[in-house]
T-cell receptor, first 115, second 113 residues
Framework: GQQVMQIPQYQHVQEGEDFTTYCNSSTTLSNIQWYKQRPGGHPVFLIQLVKSGEVKKQKRLTFQFGEAKKNSSLHITATQTTDVGTYFCAGPFRDSGAGSYQLTFGKGTKLSVIP | SQTIHQWPATLVQPVGSPLSLECTVEGTSNPNLYWYRQAAGRGLQLLFYSVGIGQISSEVPQNLSASRPQDRQFILSSKKLLLSDSGFYLC????????????FGAGTRLSVL
C-alpha cells in the first residue's frame, strides 16, 4: 500500500498567494527528500531533511521535518509562475523482498499558479 | 561532474512492436540505477532497480524487462508493446545506499498506438 501520503493532490493559487504541501509517512523516516517536476520535465532534487524538527529554507521555499520524523511540509511564500509544477516528497522504506531500503515517492502535489 | 543520458526523448510505436530504451550515466562508478514510469499527471511508479551489473530487481510484474550489461548502462525492453505501456519513462541514478538522493534523466515519452 501507499507508504507516503501527499496532500493535496492539486492546488490552484493566485500569483502572490502562499502554498503548502504536506507529506505523511506510515513509519519513522531516516530522512525525507523533496523534488520538483516542471511541466514536461523530469523530477529535480530540491532538498533533503535528516534531523527531527529540521527546518530549511531556499529563498521563498521552507521545508520542515516533523519532530517524530513521520511528516514533512513544503511551504512556498508568495508564489510565482515559475513555481508551477509537481512537488514530490520521498522517503526510504524497507523493500520487503530485497531487505534493503528503497526511496519511495509520494504521488505529488500539482501546483498551478494563476497570473 | 555526473551526467545521465536517456534516449530517445520521444517515441511512437505500434502495438506489438519491440522496445528498447537506453540510459547511461557518466562521472560515477557503481551507481544504483532505476527505471520509473509516469502516467500522464500521475506519480512515479518504480519498475526496476539495479545495484550492480547483471543485478535487476523488478517491482511490478508487467510486459517489460530490464538489463544492465555494463556498470553505467541500464536498458528497458519489451518484446511486444501494449497500449497500456504508453507513458513517460524516467531513468535515475544514485550512489551508495539506495535510499540516497536520486538524479533523473530527461525521460522518454512513449506513445503506443
Amino acid at each position: 500500500g501507499q507508504q507516503v501520503m501527499q496532500i493535496p493532490q492539486y492546488q490552484h493559487v493566485q500569483e502572490g498567494e502562499d502554498f503548502t504541501t504536506y507529506c505523511n509517512s506510515s513509519t519513522t523516516l531516516s530522512n525525507i527528500q523533496w523534488y520538483k517536476q516542471r511541466p514536461g520535465g523530469h523530477p529535480v532534487f530540491l532538498i533533503q531533511l535528516v534531523k527531527s524538527g529540521e527546518v530549511k529554507k531556499q529563498k521563498r521555499l521552507t521545508f520542515q521535518f516533523g519532530e517524530a520524523k513521520k511528516n514533512s511540509s513544503l511551504h512556498i511564500t508568495a508564489t510565482q509562475t515559475t513555481d508551477v509544477g509537481t512537488y514530490f516528497c520521498a522517503g526510504p522504506f524497507r523493500d520487503s523482498g530485497a531487505g534493503s531500503y528503497q526511496l519511495t515517492f509520494g504521488k505529488g502535489t500539482k501546483l498551478s499558479v494563476i497570473p | 561532474s555526473q551526467t545521465i543520458h536517456q534516449w530517445p526523448a520521444t517515441l511512437v510505436q505500434p502495438v506489438g512492436s519491440p522496445l528498447s530504451l537506453e540510459c547511461t550515466v557518466e562521472g560515477t562508478s557503481n551507481p544504483n540505477l532505476y527505471w520509473y514510469r509516469q502516467a500522464a499527471g500521475r506519480g512515479l511508479q518504480l519498475l526496476f532497480y539495479s545495484v550492480g551489473i547483471g543485478q535487476i530487481s523488478s517491482e511490478v510484474p508487467q510486459n517489460l524487462s530490464a538489463s544492465r550489461p555494463q556498470d553505467r548502462q541500464f536498458i528497458l525492453s519489451s518484446k511486444k508493446l501494449l497500449l497500456s505501456d504508453s507513458g513517460f519513462y524516467l531513468c535515475a541514478w544514485s550512489v551508495g545506499s539506495a535510499e540516497n538522493i536520486q538524479y533523473f534523466g530527461a525521460g522518454t515519452r512513449l506513445s503506443v498506438l
